[in-house]
């Protein structure tokens, strides 16, 4: 991969796109769990694609191009979810809760919201993507041990924010 994100930042577009190809599915599974549906990981996925294009040469060591990806859409994810929440009222929000078959994941994802990200990312991608350890050790480019301290943390901490102490960390 370093191959290619060396040739990528020498403007060899076919690389670029050989790179784009190789983090898809993982881009696509972040996406969805943050964004819930398929067009709006969509537009993360393509902007964040575009975004990676044109700033390939900023990237520091081309080893993390796949971490450095993941984090420009999990930043076009949380802008897509402020657009949202300042389209939508929290009214239309609720009824569209109770409308939709999602009404538990859009409880489940507001319990999440108090967590911290580094917690709130793993708990959603083991609980709601069912994605073991390893794949999300994989995906998020980070050791398997850190992925099942994170989880640990974050049950304790969510077990915590259920029984209505608060949550540090």
């Known amino acids: 991969m370093e191959e290619l994100v060396r040739k990528a930042k020498r403007g060899d577009s076919s690389a670029f796109a050989e790179l784009v ?19 709006d990981a969509a537009d993360a996925i393509s902007e964040t694609v575009l975004v990676c294009y044109e700033k390939i040469e ?13 984090r420009i859409l999990i930043n076009q994810c949380k802008d897509i979810l402020k657009h949202r929440s ?16 999602g009404y538990i994941d859009c409880e489940w994802k507001e319990v999440l919201s108090c967590l911290d990200e580094k917690y709130r990312i793993i708990l959603l991608l083991y609980y709601t993507r069912e994605m073991d350890t390893r794949e999300i050790a994989e ?16 049950r304790k901490l969510l077990k915590r924010e259920l029984e209505g102490g608060k949550i540090y960390g």
Do not use: H, P
Request: aromatic fraction near 10%; proline fraction near 0%.
């Open 139 to 154: 995906l998020l480019d980070i050791s398997r041990n850190t992925v099942i301290t994170r989880l640990a943390r974050g």
């Open 86 to 101: 300042r389209i939508q009222s929290k009214a239309e929000m609720q009824e569209s809760a109770f409308e939709d078959s």
């Open 21 to 39: 190809r190789l983090c898809t599915q993982s881009m696509y599974r972040v996406a969805w769990t943050y964004l819930g549906n398929d067009e």
């Open 58 to 70: 900023t990237l520091k060591k081309d080893a993390y191009f796949k971490t450095w990806m993941i």
